[in-house]
């Protein structure tokens, strides 16, 4: 027994070494979870098809993702699952050729792009008798031509009872804040589930999004449940250094996501209650830390904290429709000396401040539409968002598509999405083997960079940046 | 493009070392998991008692007769009754004595 639990630990290292090499891109349920409860993907996920979860997939994912003996594959076999993501994108307006990707996989076009978004193996389930994983290894082929360990969680989970009250709680370890989380209001799995890679994002974004594409972190934290209505968490991040993240291929660019050094505190509490068909939930979750703009752990440090409220609310009108809305402000407080020192930022101090709203209706776990709307704001800095920063001294060059003439981090936009899931609920005979979401999405931005028009001093518009995104997801 | 394909290589280089990691770590546990852990795991999440299930239609199976619960579980077994979650698998590698205990363990069981 000894042995065999000095094996498990010795293999959760293993694995562990493994996180820092985390590139995040959005995750999704997998059929090998659903191969192993014997349930369809309708049981834990909300619309057939993560990562939106039920109370039941709550519970799953809070117990470690070990319940459920209904392998349908063979043992060995039964925790992998695949997943491949394609899509076509268009823009309002055209861009230069090349801007999105340029490499031995080709060329970008001005618009209209078809690329296979990346594909990924999952290793998903129970591994030990109270310790599961979710380990997702991406393949991008087109768009950063890179492979990755892009979402990582692998957690110990137990549960009592405690006066009557009872407990669920657990350790985890995992590549990125908000990994460990239920919501789709944190970062790790916020909606829209899927954006399109070859369209313009405006140049600010929080820092914890930010963090999810690219600051490689990795670290553990601890959790409870109390009644299933008092969820507390708390533990600590930290980033690989600058030769491990040249070796995983996630060095280069714009580095103001920058390294984490030392430990970050993280911090997560909610509460919910469920009353019959309403589900709701208040909640808030931040991280504080210092950053290397320069990923030299040995150099002048930035200090960022950023504080989140999120809440979620459901309502069942009957077994066939659901609504829900949910809403998150983020406030970033981000002390920058050493940035301004190393010509990242133009000022020593900056903030900046982010607000979601979305509603959905699903009907049938089938069909779902969705209206969202995005708003950020903050202090204007030409350097952190003129799209390549400020080097040796030298006046800021504007980043015709993704730069900010006036400095400002402040977007608006609007966002309607369509999807259709015509698997995963138990109907099928391939539901354990094979899920489809079919989405729809299109983005409309009145505010983009700072500026409705001319946002970068090159003529180009906010509106220039609508995208019109066809993706389908294929898990398997 | 010998540099790409270089640090591609390097990249997927850790993969065998992690499958194999994983791999025997896969196995059943049918054979370990008590009554009391299977009604845990597997049907409180739907069933409570503790206000976790998946939606408010789901039956209430604490404290029902053994003999019913037994039943029922049978034909979601076999078949004979279908219902999206429950026939899909959840109980296709129950023993009959498993069965047997689960029922026994949801008949002796009182709501809170």
Known sequence: MKQRTLMVLYRIGLIATLLAAGLMQN?????AFSRQTGEP?????????????????QKFKLDGYVAGNANSLPTLLNNFSAESVSSITNTQGDVPKGTYFSNSAGVSNTNNNVVNDWDAIYYTGRIAEKVGSYLQLNFSPQVGRSVSLAMADIRYADHTSFNDHHVNYGVTVNNAPT???FWMTTYAWMYPYTTSSVAPKPAAQPWLAALMSGANTAGATAYTMIDNHFYLEGGGYTSQGKSMAEGLGVWGGSQSNGLLVGGAPYWRMFYQTIEGPHTFMIGTYGLSGNVSPSYD????????TEYNVDSNYWYMLDDDNMLMA????????????AGKQGGYSSNAGNNLNATMLMGMWT??????????????WGSSDLCLYNGGGCSGGAAPTIDPINGSANGSPNSNSFMVEADYIPFGKGHSELDPYLNVRLSLQYWAYTTFNGASSNYSGSGRSAEDNNTMYFVTNVAF | MKSHNQHIMRLLSPIPMLLAGCLPFSASQADTLSAEDSAYYLCSGCHGPDNTRVDFMSPNIIGQKKDY?????????TGQRK???MSSGVLSNFTPEELDQLATYYANARQK
């Open chain 2, 69 to 77: 619960l037994l039943n029922q579980m049978k034909r979601f077994q």
């Open chain 1, 41 to 57: 993907c309708s049981a834990c996920h909300m619309q057939s098809y993560g990562p939106w979860l039920t109370q039941y997939g």
């Open chain 2, 83 to 85: 219902h999206p979650y």
């Open chain 1, 363 to 376: 009907y049938k776990q089938t069909y779902n539409l969705s209206l969202g709307w995005n708003d950020q």
């Open chain 1, 326 to 337: 949910m809403f998150r402000y983020t406030r970033d407080a981000m002390e920058m000396g």
């Open chain 1, 297 to 304: 752990a040995g150099g002048p440090l930035n200090s960022y």
């Open chain 1, 179 to 181: 990994m460990s989380d």
């Open chain 1, 27 to 31: 995750a999704e349920a997998t059929p």
